[in-house]
């Protein structure tokens, strides 16, 4: 089996979006460090995101996000989870937070403001001296480049993790509006994002195609 046709090819031929399963996908893609933000297994518990009832594919459970670390293997990745389930499986070298400054609007006692961020593997390095375990970029709730898709990440915030990323080509599997791919394109990076849903293809083509760093 081999790759389809790329969804999306930037001009440079840096960024390649492919619309497909993950899954099926991953295993054909010569990558070396994966930075991605996987459905988190949140749907049972929260049911949708945001004002708007949104859902995304596979977040029923965390099976899918643990087929993928499993066929990443020992690969530098970086991954995405929430600090309301247990985390990813395996070994973990880095600890991160991200500190959304704007509260969430999940239900319990406390509204979290945070998410955690895993980290392993080789190459990892600190890129300045303010490179620092705790991320503080506002989330942005209810700017208009929120409605891309409920979990969009600030693209700062991803500027700042690939910054300290191991050289060598980037893969995010769970590609979503294409953040990651935005920033790696700003960092002159080359990345290769993989989208389940081709609503998600189309918003992040539109973003790396206006080069608005949104």
Same mark, same amino acid.
């Given at each position: 089996?081999?790759?389809?046709?790329?969804?999306?090819v930037?001009?440079? /031929?840096?960024?390649?979006i492919y619309?497909?399963?993950?899954?099926?996908?991953?295993?054909l893609?010569?990558?070396?460090?994966?930075?991605?933000?996987?459905?988190?297994?949140?749907?049972?518990l929260a049911g949708?995101y945001?004002?708007?009832?949104d859902?995304?594919a596979?977040?029923?459970d965390?099976?899918?996000?643990?087929?993928?670390?499993?066929?990443?293997?020992?690969?530098?990745?970086l991954?995405?989870?929430?600090?309301?389930?247990?985390?990813?499986?395996?070994?973990?070298e880095h600890?991160?937070?991200?500190?959304?400054?704007e509260? /969430?609007?999940?239900?319990?006692?406390?509204?979290?403001?945070?998410?955690?961020?895993?980290?392993?593997?080789?190459?990892?390095?600190?890129p300045?001296?303010s490179?620092?375990?705790?991320?503080?970029?506002?989330?942005?709730?209810?700017s208009?480049?929120?409605a891309?898709?409920?979990?969009?990440?600030?693209v700062e915030?991803?500027?700042?993790?690939?910054?300290?990323?191991?050289?060598?080509?980037?893969?995010?599997?769970?590609? /979503?509006?294409?953040?990651?791919?935005?920033?790696?394109?700003?960092?002159?990076?080359?990345a290769?994002?993989?989208?389940?849903?081709?609503?998600?293809?189309?918003?992040?083509?539109?973003?790396?195609?206006?080069?608005?760093?949104?």
């Amino acid at each position: 089996m081999s790759l389809p046709e790329p969804y999306y090819v930037s001009e440079d /031929g840096r960024i390649t979006i492919y619309h497909g399963d993950c899954l099926e996908l991953l295993p054909l893609v010569d990558g070396a460090v994966m930075v991605t933000d996987p459905p988190y297994g949140l749907e049972e518990l929260a049911g949708s995101y945001g004002r708007h009832g949104d859902t995304i594919a596979n977040d029923r459970d965390t099976t899918t996000r643990a087929a993928v670390l499993e066929m990443w293997g020992a690969r530098p990745v970086l991954m995405f989870s929430t600090p309301r389930l247990p985390e990813p499986p395996g070994d973990w070298e880095h600890r991160l937070v991200w500190d959304k400054v704007e509260p /969430g609007l999940n239900g319990g006692p406390w509204r979290y403001t945070h998410e955690n961020v895993f980290v392993r593997g080789d190459g990892w390095a600190r890129p300045d001296a303010s490179s620092f375990s705790v991320l503080r970029f506002r989330a942005g709730n209810g700017s208009p480049d929120r409605a891309l898709h409920p979990h969009r990440k600030p693209v700062e915030l991803m500027r700042a993790l690939l910054r300290a990323a191991p050289p060598g080509l980037i893969v995010d599997p769970f590609m /979503g509006s294409g953040t990651t791919l935005r920033a790696a394109a700003d960092l002159g990076r080359s990345a290769i994002g993989i989208e389940y849903e081709e609503i998600y293809c189309e918003r992040a083509v539109e973003r790396l195609r206006q080069g608005v760093l949104l």
